[in-house]
């Protein structure tokens, strides 16, 4: 009788880690999410600083010339 409810505690034990773990990828998949979301934002913002820049310096070239 030991050896059943032995085997049945190991595999509760071994089903609550793996819930846990389960819990904490959850949580960092909803974190690098987040960083992904805000890199992609800083890029966008970036790129639209940098056509900005091209614009005005394409002027300021062709208004040398």
């Not at 974190?31 to 900005?52: C, F, K, M």
């Amino acid at each position: 009788m030991f050896w059943p409810m032995f085997a049945v505690g190991v595999g509760f034990v071994g089903l609550a880690v793996l819930g846990v773990l389960a819990v904490r990828v959850f949580v960092e998949a909803q974190r690098l999410g987040r960083q992904v979301t805000e890199s992609a934002r800083r890029i966008n913002r970036a790129a639209e600083d940098l056509e900005r820049a091209s614009v005005g310096a394409a002027r300021a070239a062709a208004d040398s010339l």
